[in-house]
């Protein structure tokens, strides 16, 4: 079993991602959870705390830190870092390497022979926009493994591919990425 960092970017697929949390838990992982400063807009980080037993982080900036630097403590804790949910947005930041969020800098500080996975989620055209598929091109050059979206019926009312894969498929693929 893993020490696992899931980052969840703010898609409205966020509500399975603490599903996701709770299933890697529950298979024996150590899970920490990092949610981008929107995510945490759209569900509270505590949740995830509730589900994993372990802290959860958005921001490592303030008062409270006292010296810590969380990119670098939890990209060294990382066995494996899961994205999932990934925005365009936070799959934009991972593409450049821009470390303007905690997601994004620990990605830039995780070894590099760590495993990464990134579950993209969004909707169909949004997911088939060139700027992403370009953006997904070159995290798959920079060894990362990108899961592939499901086909169905997303949130915003559009069918096609875009949807979050199920909790348990997105478990499966890390126990393979683990080689358990
Ligand atoms: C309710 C809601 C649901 C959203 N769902 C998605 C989504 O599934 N995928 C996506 O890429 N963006 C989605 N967005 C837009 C992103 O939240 C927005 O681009 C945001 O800036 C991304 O932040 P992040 O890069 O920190 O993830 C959604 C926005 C809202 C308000």
């Not at 150590?30 to 929107?38: D, Q």
């Not at 365009?88 to 995780?110: E, K, M, N, P």
């Not at 169905?152 to 348990?168: F, I, Q, S």
């Amino acid at each position: 079993m893993a020490k696992i960092v899931l980052a969840a970017g703010a898609s409205v697929a966020i509500y399975k991602a603490c599903d996701l949390a709770s299933k890697l838990a529950q298979a024996g992982h150590s899970v920490r959870a990092v949610l981008t400063p929107r995510a945490a807009q759209l569900v509270n980080p505590q949740l995830f705390e509730a589900v994993t037993g372990e802290p959860a982080s958005v921001d490592e900036f303030g008062p409270a830190r006292r010296g810590a630097m969380d990119h670098i403590e939890l990209a060294k804790w990382a066995e494996l870092l899961l994205v999932a949910p990934a925005s365009a947005g936070l799959i934009a930041r991972l593409a450049h390497g821009q470390a303007d969020d905690l997601a994004s800098t620990l990605a830039l500080a995780l070894p590099a022979n760590r495993p990464r996975l990134l579950a993209p989620a969004m909707n169909p055209t949004m997911l088939d926009a060139r700027p992403v598929q370009r953006n997904l091109a070159l995290l798959r050059e920079d060894g990362w493994l990108v899961l592939e979206p499901a086909v169905g019926h997303t949130a915003c009312g559009d069918d096609g591919k875009g949807r979050l894969p199920e909790p348990a498929e997105l478990v499966a693929a890390v126990a393979r990425a683990l080689r358990l």
